[in-house]
């Protein structure tokens, strides 16, 4: 909204800038209608090539400056040179102009497209070699919410500059004043982690201001910023992630991490664990590995409360998560736990 105002009022400014300067002439006095079509087309054109440079950076206005900056330095030299020492005025100006324009235009690309090699600094032009271009990750909501993302910037896995946009601090706001609790909960715990994060002396987080204001969703706004600046996208949110690959924004999605460092349970694998629910078939039982696994353990529902050890029978990959059959390791063992008090359950 802020950057429409700023529009608006350069484009007022022109308005009145050409209607000004035409009450200075009596010709163009006459024809204030036309002052101002100037005025409002000039503006207007202005505007247009501001939205053209959009996703210009700061780094590629510095390496195009220095771009033209060496191509007028040659084209000057060599336009002065005694190569062009014998050449009348008329046709030596001209030849001047082209070379000019061909020699800025040219050091202008090639400084551009190198941008990543160097960075111009003002007031003085400092080269530095870098390995790699700088990664950004921007955060989304939900990911702050869920808090793992601390723990894992905490073990030094995620090498990259943290980004927090505007929208997205302003929707975590939004949820911590909620009227509801557990949405209040949550905010305030999203908030919570970004200062943990700041605090951090591991992690470097920084809050971009552009709101993109063309488009109302904040998923769609997080892709859209994604593709600007360029980053990638740090989410637990599976239609984010779908939306964002379809868009060619690369996507480090959370849950997926999570699922690959799971650790494998294989079939013929002994295990020790404690049977918490009842299963749903008769005799089962339902116990659970620390990364949230579930084992259904066949003819063992009267153990339940008990430690006991199982041998994996077969291995199942469904959509919610990995699940694991297995039966009792000795029907010795299953007598010698049923004569024990049962302990209580601690689900």
Not at 208 to 231: C, R, S, T, Y
Not at 293 to 303: E, G, K, S, Y
């Amino acid at each position: 909204m802020t950057l429409l105002m700023l529009r608006l009022f350069f484009l007022i400014l022109c308005v009145l800038g050409s209607w000004s300067i035409s009450q200075l002439h009596d010709q163009w006095a006459e024809h204030p209608v036309l002052a101002i079509l100037i005025g409002l087309f000039g503006g207007t054109a202005f505007i247009g090539v501001d939205k053209a440079l959009k996703g210009f950076s700061l780094r590629g206005l510095s390496a195009a400056s220095f771009g033209i900056l060496v191509g007028f330095t040659i084209s000057y030299f060599i336009g002065n040179s005694v190569l062009f020492k014998f050449i009348d005025d008329e046709p030596k100006l001209i030849a001047q102009i082209a070379m000019y324009v061909v020699c800025s235009y040219l050091a202008m690309v090639i400084a551009y497209r190198a941008k990543d090699e160097f960075n111009l600094v003002i007031p003085y032009v400092k080269f530095m070699r870098e390995n790699k271009p700088e990664r950004l990750v921007l955060l989304d909501t939900n990911i702050i919410i869920d808090g793992r993302v601390q723990e894992v910037c905490t073990t030094g896995f995620l090498d990259a500059v943290l980004i927090v946009p505007r929208f997205v601090l302003n929707e975590l706001q939004y949820i911590a004043d909620a009227a509801d609790d557990v949405k209040r909960a949550r905010g305030r715990r999203g908030l919570e982690v970004l200062k943990m994060l700041q605090l951090n002396p591991r992690v470097e987080v920084k809050f971009h201001e552009n709101e993109v204001p063309d488009i109302k969703e904040v998923d769609g706004k997080l892709v859209q910023l994604a593709k600007m600046l360029p980053a990638e996208i740090l989410t637990n949110d599976f239609n984010l992630s779908r939306v964002a690959e379809l868009q060619h924004v690369k996507v480090l999605n959370l849950n997926e991490l999570a699922k690959s460092l799971r650790p494998a349970v294989l079939p013929g694998e002994a295990l020790s664990v404690r049977l918490l629910k009842e299963g749903r078939e008769p005799q089962q039982a339902l116990a659970y590995l620390d990364d949230g696994t579930m084992i259904v353990v066949n003819r063992a529902r009267r153990l339940l409360g008990h430690e006991v050890e199982v041998t994996i029978s077969s291995v199942l990959q469904t959509a919610a998560g990995r699940m694991a059959f297995a039966e009792l390791a000795t029907e010795g063992q299953t007598v010698g736990e049923s004569e024990r008090q049962p302990e209580p359950s601690t689900v």
